[in-house]
Nanobody, 115 residues
């Protein structure tokens, strides 16, 4: 059974940086597409960054140029480097693994951007 465990969230000031990590276990990590979603209070969950099994990346317009997704297949881990954080980035961030119509989710990690 696939398990995803996020870490790295917390409180940061506007303009600061955080790096989220998502540790994957239970299957062959390299065949999964991985993504980071976020859900702000009162809003729908949205996809903000993704990386395919081949390493191609994509970003939502709201984070393009500030966030970077990467994967380390040797460590079974996907990362989200978040720079130039804004208060509107405050949300619970979720890791997602996708393969052939099946989604797996982590438990989420809170990111709060506030002075």
């Amino acid at each position: 059974q696939v398990q995803l465990v996020e870490s790295g969230g917390g409180l940061v000031q506007p303009g600061g940086s955080l790096r989220l990590s998502c540790a994957f276990s239970g299957s062959r990590f390299s065949i999964f597409a991985m993504g980071w979603y976020r859900q702000a209070q009162g809003k729908q969950r949205e996809l903000i960054a993704s990386v395919t099994s081949a390493g191609s990346t994509g970003y939502a317009d709201s984070v393009k140029g500030r966030f970077t997704i990467s994967r380390d297949n040797a460590r079974n881990t996907v990362y989200l480097q978040m720079n130039s954080l804004k208060p509107e980035d405050t949300a619970v961030y979720y890791c997602n693994a996708y393969f052939v119509g099946i989604d797996y989710w982590g438990q989420g990690t809170q990111v709060t951007v506030s002075s």
